[in-house]
């Protein structure tokens, strides 16, 4: 059965903190990639990765950053948290070429900044 | 031009009744447009997809509708079932060369017993 898990399913951090969110799949994907949720806004891209080491600004790249150093994990940084990056955060993953790159979700983390 | 706009944001149908969602597109691009489902404190999770040479797929209770020439697709769930309850997310993507979706806002069904 295809995982994607995420560290943490509710976090809770003070404005100025650095924030990392942590992604991992089983299923040896070659693609990544870190959404945010917004009621009304639906899920937006904040990075993506296919490959390790390598990564792409998405839709909403403005503070946050990235890194890939394994295949399985792709981690997001919140280099100095603020309140408008409270939010849903949802990992995804997908097979280069198979099944038009089916994307595969995790849970989510709920991240209050305070 | 890349956005996916859909419609509604949010929908109450009875049990057993015809639950319709909307979304449009700008891209001719596009080639490839999931729905995913998500259920609260879930992820979201793919339901249905079609590619634009087709105009219907059908998967049981839940068909897509594609219309080319008018940039439109929509998704609808025969029979509503409660169980049905969720948000759906309509995307397009272009297949070739990337790998991401484009997604809509969301649209919040709830199907009453």
């Known amino acids: 059965d295809v995982k994607v898990t995420q560290s943490s399913r509710y976090l809770v951090k003070r404005t100025g903190e650095k924030v990392f969110l942590e992604c991992v799949q089983d299923?040896?994907?070659?693609?990544m990639f870190w959404y945010r949720q917004d009621p009304g806004l639906g899920l937006r891209l904040i990075y993506f990765?296919?490959?390790?080491?390598?990564?792409e600004k998405g839709d909403i790249p403005e503070g946050y950053s990235v890194s890939r150093e394994k295949k399985e994990r792709f981690s997001l940084i919140l280099e100095s948290a603020s309140t408008n990056q409270t939010s849903m955060y949802l990992c995804?993953?997908?097979?280069?070429?198979?099944?038009?790159?089916?994307?595969?979700f995790g849970p989510g983390t709920r991240l209050t900044v305070l | 031009q890349q956005q996916v706009k859909q419609s509604p944001q949010s929908l109450i149908v009875q049990k057993g009744g015809i639950s319709i969602i909307n979304c449009a597109y700008e891209?001719?691009?596009?080639?490839?447009f999931p729905w995913y489902q998500q259920f609260p404190g879930k992820g979201p999770a793919l339901l249905i997809a079609?590619?634009?040479?087709?105009s219907e797929k059908k998967e049981g209770r839940f068909t897509i509708s594609f219309n080319k020439s008018a940039k439109q697709f929509s998704l609808h769930i025969m029979d509503s079932q409660p169980g049905d309850s969720a948000t759906y997310f309509c995307?397009?993507?272009?297949?070739?060369?990337?790998?991401?979706?484009?997604f809509g806002t969301g649209t919040r069904l709830k199907v009453l017993a």
């Open positions: 079609i590619r634009p040479d087709v």
């Open positions: 995307a397009a993507s272009i297949t070739s060369g990337t790998y991401k979706y484009i």
């Open positions: 891209n001719t691009a596009f080639d490839y």
């Open positions: 990765s296919y490959d390790v080491k390598m990564k």
């Open positions: 299923m040896d994907h070659e693609n």
């Open positions: 995804a993953s997908s097979m280069e070429g198979a099944n038009y790159n089916e994307q595969f």
